[in-house]
């Protein structure tokens, strides 16, 4: 990883779960923002410290079943359900478990490149509303935990460059569109792209939209403080962590068609409020095994969506200003199952790959390029040759890695495997599963999980807690999409 992975070193405490009373907690009150307050423990700041350990502060180690109770129950420990713990956490009196298969963030979110950018979203797409929403909480975020010493956010500016004269037509309308819908947008002509970045070229007739505001963000540093400001919680009884836990069924009422709580392979965990499905692009499959044996019928059509990333460690041949990515990127990022982009290479019999240059500098001096995006099932094994094509394609907007072999980059090279949870109609699902209201499903945010986490949490929390919303939830209910 070209960022510094950052884990949690809490003080050991008793690995057995103390099971809460049903009646334990008192009537729910909700604040409206995600980081409405400053995160301390014991009256002071909470803070990161440089060196850190993985094991989580609250797990059942024995090896015997053994039952415990929570207001709300979240399987997935990815950047959603732990968004979504907090927001329950420091907006509610409620109680919160987190169960995983894995341990925290080893999905898309943990393999990607932290944009926190708008530039190539559209001002009249369904996810516009929870991006914007997302973008201010994050900075909300950062404003509180910059106090605490720890500044997540890199506002480096991202630019979205073209190469033709169509391209550049196409940019010119969109940064009108981001103007009027209220962002800091201007449009750059391949001489003022230049002096941006030197080491780009475009061509006379290329150009980009350029987005002052965008920023990046170092996402395994973030996590680790929201893991951590959940942490402080457990001494409070309101919030325990299962990892290495997988959920094997959802236990059903007897008297009603509510789910009670879910089954794992260690415990069993009864939730009183709600039960929410937020493992990324497993949430299908584990979604059909949940339910398989009950009488509704739920097809959640996530599918995984592999992505490599090349991390050239120590990079000194240039160095980049601003995020960059490609017009092909916001093309690729919407490509059906079968429709191939203007990037596509095939590299296996009956797999289409498409690759689309992107490209950041982290604060580490790192190169980050990238992305491809593939539909090969669960696999997270490199494949060279899309390396190959990422670096290919770099070279022909960044003329200077032409004369450098990727070969020479071997001690210094990183590679990044995610799977994004890919929806087809290329929004997320959150939303009741129809017939169990206290079931939530909150995944299907391809390569947006990080961009539209916070805002993605406070839609979860204000539809168990009953509020009206910030951001109209019906564009991502499962009605009509998935069932």
């Known amino acids: 990883m070209a960022s510094v992975t950052l884990h949690i070193q809490s003080p050991p405490l008793n690995h057995d779960v103390v099971s809460l009373p049903r009646n334990h907690f008192p009537v729910v009150t909700f604040k409206t923002t995600f980081f409405g307050s400053s995160l301390t423990a014991n009256g002071k700041p909470l803070s990161l410290r440089k060196t850190f350990r993985t094991q989580p502060v609250i797990t059942s180690s024995s090896s015997s079943s053994s039952t415990h109770t929570f207001d709300v129950v979240i399987i997935g420990a990815g950047i959603i359900g732990l968004?979504?713990?907090?927001?329950?956490?420091?907006g509610s009196d409620l109680s919160v478990a987190v169960v995983d298969k894995d341990v925290p963030c080893s999905g898309a979110t943990g393999a990607g490149q932290g944009y926190l950018w708008m530039v190539h979203k559209e001002p009249e797409s369904d996810t516009w509303d929870l991006t914007m929403r997302s973008y201010k909480l994050?900075?909300?975020?950062?404003?509180?935990?910059?106090?605490?010493?720890?500044?997540?956010?890199?506002?480096?500016?991202?630019?979205?460059?073209?190469?033709?004269?169509?391209?550049?037509?196409?940019?010119?309308?969109?940064?009108?569109r981001l103007s009027e819908a209220g962002l800091r947008a201007e449009y750059l002509t391949s001489d003022a792209l230049r002096l941006k970045e030197p080491e780009l070229e475009v061509g006379k007739d290329g150009g980009a939209a350029f987005l002052p505001d965008d920023c990046q963000l170092d996402a395994q540093r973030a996590v680790a403080f929201i893991?951590?400001?959940?942490?402080?919680?457990?001494?409070k009884g309101r919030y325990a962590e299962f990892f290495h836990?997988?959920?094997t069924s959802l236990l059903r009422s007897d008297s009603s068609s509510e789910v009670e709580g879910v089954r794992t392979s260690k415990n069993t965990l009864y939730s009183k409020k709600a039960v929410i499905v937020a493992a990324g692009c497993w949430s299908g499959s584990l979604a059909h095994d949940l339910f398989r044996e009950s009488n509704i019928l739920l097809n959640v059509p996530v599918k995984p969506r592999k992505g490599h990333l090349v991390v050239l460690e120590n990079f000194s041949a240039f160095r980049l200003d601003h995020g960059l990515m490609e017009m092909g990127y916001v093309d690729?990022?919407?490509?059906?199952?079968?429709?191939?982009?203007?990037?596509?290479?095939?590299?296996?019999?009956?797999?289409?790959?498409?690759v689309s240059m992107t490209a950041t500098m982290d604060t580490m001096g790192n190169l980050v390029l990238g992305s491809s995006r593939q539909f090969t099932g669960y696999s997270t094994r490199v494949d060279e040759?899309?390396?190959?094509?990422?670096?290919?394609?770099?070279?022909?907007?960044?003329?200077?890695?032409?004369?450098?072999?990727?070969?020479?980059?071997t001690l210094d090279r990183k590679v990044r495997i995610g799977l994004r949870p890919y929806m087809p109609d290329g929004k997320p699902v959150i939303g009741p599963v129809p017939g169990l209201m206290n079931v939530i499903i909150a995944t299907g945010h391809e390569g947006g999980g990080l961009s539209m986490a916070l805002g993605t949490a406070e839609m979860v929390a204000d539809m168990v807690l009953g509020n009206p919303g910030t951001v109209d939830m019906a564009a991502f209910a499962l009605q009509g999409r998935c069932c």
Do not use: C, Y
Request: aromatic fraction near 8%; avoid cysteine.
């Open 83 to 90: 968004t979504i713990a907090r927001q329950f956490l420091i």
């Open 138 to 176: 994050w900075q909300m975020f950062a404003e509180n935990v910059r106090t605490q010493g720890l500044d997540p956010l890199q506002e480096l500016g991202s630019l979205l460059v073209g190469r033709t004269a169509e391209e550049a037509a196409t940019l010119k309308k969109k940064v009108k």
């Open 227 to 235: 893991q951590k400001a959940n942490r402080h919680f457990s001494t």
């Open 245 to 247: 836990d997988p959920v």
């Open 332 to 354: 690729h990022l919407h490509d059906s199952l079968d429709h191939k982009s203007s990037h596509s290479v095939k590299v296996e019999e009956g797999q289409a790959l498409s």
């Open 385 to 409: 040759s899309i390396i190959n094509h990422i670096w290919k394609r770099a070279g022909e907007f960044f003329p200077k890695l032409k004369e450098l072999p990727l070969g020479d980059f």
